[in-house]
């Protein structure tokens, strides 16, 4: 994903929103806000030096948990290996790996459980300068050493690969166009910038967007749809030779969203507080979109993709491994304190994530089989 354009160097994110409405008449779509308030070069909340994850940052994913997340998903990553026959090299590629809290877990898992981890290499994307210098010298446990690490801006930098692909909570925060139904028809969402903040405007109707027509829903009804996460569905498409693609992240069906967000899902999220206006203070918080499923399994079709799996995640896990992965971390355990932690984060993984689901999708040149939920 190319960085944010700019018309002219400035200050901050408000200040590149404020130029952009400027080029525009005064509006500028939601997407091309939610880009600039993510991504700008000069303020976007992903290009801060500190880091939004964590304790100090605007929220938490599972891999702030512990181990047991990481460790789970090196499971899936392995079961897919050995589908492939354990080929020499697998690419295994982290999309938006954030500050890096996941790859070592995964790398120290693969290491322990492969008998030929230097096959491995582990690759991150990840378009946030900070967040890809953290996440390449964040220190990983000495068994993880064994595979090898790069970092790169994008999928196909170094052409085709053999493989797996995976991304925990990116998708969410692609930009998305925001569309209102009005009228019979469907109207691209704007923000109205009046210099220090914005305002919902109107834009012009929309037709089609991407590889799934766009639903005849109520008037008002609002929804959240991203070509650039379709676009980056078909770049992976187009540089997996063989292998799959895992997506993790909250979300639903077309009609689930229709029906648990009427009046559209951007959330804005600020020292872990929900409920702040997304259109005050860009570049000072983090903004999302519940991911719709059923446009990202359609634009996954369109683009060669063969579904593997669709389902929740703690039943994803379950499948790949996440009982055993906790009994051996109990057993590990090295007092009651640190049984008590991996019991809670156990718990937060179970309860804390029912939104999310699991998109395992195979590359089409070779057919994988997900792994069955235990009975």
Known sequence: MAASPHPRRG?????????????????????????????????????APESPFGKSGD???????????????????????????????????ELG????????????EIARRSGTPDRFEYVVVERSEPLRRQAAQRAWPAPASRLR???????????PFVGAVFANELWDALPARSLLRTGGVWKERTVVWD?????????????AVGAAPLPDDEEGTVREVSPVGES????????????????????????????????????????????GNPLEAPGTADLSVDVDFGRLRAAARAAGLVEMAYRSQIEALGAWGLPEVAEELRRAARSEEERVRI????????FGFERFRALELAAPGRPLAALPAPR
């Open 11 to 47: 200050t901050g994110a408000a200040d590149s929103v404020r130029r952009w409405a400027e080029l525009q008449g005064g509006a500028l779509p939601w997407e091309r806000y939610m880009e600039i308030a993510l991504y700008d070069r000069e303020g976007g909340r992903y290009q």
């Open 59 to 93: 929220f938490y994913t599972a891999a702030h948990l512990g181990p047991a997340f990481g460790r789970t998903l090196a499971r899936w990553v392995l079961s897919i290996d050995a589908q492939l026959g354990h080929p020499d090299p697998f690419r295994l590629v």
């Open 97 to 108: 790996p954030g500050d890096g809290s996941l790859a070592g877990d995964i790398a120290d």
């Open 149 to 159: 690490r790069a970092v790169q801006n994008g999928i196909g930098d170094r052409g």
């Open 195 to 207: 210099g220090e903040r914005g305002e919902w405007g109107v834009g012009e109707t929309v037709r």
């Open 232 to 275: 980056l569905l078909r770049a992976v498409a187009d540089h997996l030779l063989e292998g799959a693609l895992l997506i993790l992240d909250y979300g639903g069906t077309t009609e689930e969203l229709g029906v648990r967000h009427p009046t559209g899902s951007i959330a804005a999220l600020r020292r872990h507080r929900g409920g």
């Open 343 to 350: 019991h809670l984060a156990l718990k937060s993984l179970g």
